[in-house]
């Protein structure tokens, strides 16, 4: 499928401009919408390549930069130990409020967008898999696909590194696929543990995976990378976003 990759909006939001990049289907029609969160790098090439990806499978997809507050449009933090130092302070420094409010308006600039069908999903790596749960929590998200989220099970995310995600869980009416790896050290087993026993607390609709594979398994870029595992776990995803966002 040929894709438009070199789209990109500057949405207005309280914290200032919001740089959001677009990946669609170039031919004609609407197509079902995704939110792609990135981990704390911002939208790096391994970034760009998943939403490619995504788009690829006829989707329309739209991937904010979440530290817009702190960083000039278009940043991308290297993945080093400055980069990583960077991205770890700003996830502790910006709000979680400011997360939630900026879920809020690139859902509704996903919505508007022409060639999205009315149907949204959302999906992430990392930091990003906790923003699209968070955003996930807005009624008008269907499904989402969650991976190796961070700091889900410790609520410790944003200002003062303390979030009540695990406390609105009871709140989520979307389906959600949380996918882990077993030798993450950024959620041990006590913490998945949780998240799951939350799931089955408020009894959410969810499906859950767990593989033997490193943090970023996903990111292919570094030693991490889990190509036979990438191929599965986006399958799961593509799978789940078919059902429900096309049924």
């Known amino acids: 499928m040929i894709l438009r990759s070199d789209e990109y909006d500057d949405l207005p939001t309280a914290g200032g401009l919001m740089r959001t990049h677009w990946f669609r289907p170039a031919g004609e029609g609407r197509f079902p919408g995704l939110v792609l969160y990135s981990e704390i790098y911002q939208v790096t ?12 499978h006829g989707y329309v997809v739209a991937v904010p930069e979440v530290y817009h507050d702190y960083e000039a449009p278009g940043t991308v933090l290297r993945y080093d130990a400055e980069g990583t130092a960077r991205g770890n302070d700003l996830k502790f420094t910006k709000p979680v409020a400011g997360f939630d409010a900026d879920a809020t308006r690139v859902i509704g600039a996903l919505l508007v967008h022409p060639a999205c069908s009315g149907r949204v999903g959302t999906i992430g790596v990392c930091l990003g898999g906790h923003l699209a749960y968070r955003a996930a929590l807005d009624p008008r998200v269907s499904a989402a696909a969650l991976f190796y989220p961070t700091d889900i099970h410790s609520g410790t995310l944003g200002a003062g590194r303390s979030d009540d995600s695990l406390v609105r869980m009871a709140e989520l009416q979307a389906e959600t696929m ?70």
Request: charged share 25%; aromatic share 14%; glycine share 8%.
């Open 45 to 56: 090439d391994p970034i760009r390549r998943l939403a490619a990806f995504f788009a690829g």
């Open 178 to 247: 949380f996918v882990f790896g077993r030798q993450d050290p950024h959620v041990p087993f006590a913490g998945r543990e949780a998240i799951r026993a939350r799931l089955e607390a408020v009894d959410a609709r969810y499906e859950w995976h767990e593989v033997n594979a490193q943090h970023a398994f996903l990111r292919d870029e570094g030693p991490r990378y889990d190509p036979a595992l990438f191929v599965a776990a986006t399958g799961w995803a593509l799978a789940l976003f078919d059902r429900v966002l096309r049924g």
